[in-house]
């Protein structure tokens, strides 16, 4: 066959090949059917406040896996329920798309420090992770100088770490200045007396037109000395 007839054949050929590949591609949309289709996407949903176990219903109903990344003690949050979480809800993401949450744990409890020295206090404190605070000591019969008397907040009541325990420190047995209870009701006139280690005894009076259950005089006068355990006398209208 002459060389020139060849060369036709192939050229003929080949434009006849090309034409058939654009058809077909054109008429059976080749290339659209093989493009990867695109990733549904999930919306995260908003978890906080939930348990762990009803948080990860919550994110397999909306398609996202639900990973722990830790836990951490919380004030506001119930034990075991979701403190944050580290997508933001509403967020769009690929289904399956893992986001990590957070759980509380139950808060520390301040542990128990009265009758201990302010040292040992401090030491038993921090060992816990609070921080100690000293009042200026006051005078008690009961409790030993350099012992603490009381405490807030309470021992075993729960409380963030870091929280500052203020405590009272006895000075022991010494004098204590009479503090003015005058125009207080009984109760609390015995509270204040009680709170330096002074006992109060009530002296009842009847007097018209006067208020009934409020100290109107008081024996020693505000501001004397006495040793803590003494008495002192409050007079009141009944």
Known sequence: MHGSTVFLIAFFTAIATAAGTVYTIERFDVFHKQAAAPAQEAIVPDLRGFTEADARANAQASHITLMVASHEAAADVKPGSVVRQSIPAGQHVPQNHPVSIVLAD???????????????ATKRLEEKGFKLQAAPPVANATVPEGQIVSQTPAADSPAEKGKVVAVVVSAGAGEVAVPKVMGLSINNAKAALEKVGLVAEVRWVSLAETPTFIVLNQKPKPTEKLKPGSKVEITANQ
């Open 106 to 120: 139950e808060l520390p409890k301040v542990p128990t420090v009265t009758g201990l020295s302010v040292v040992d």
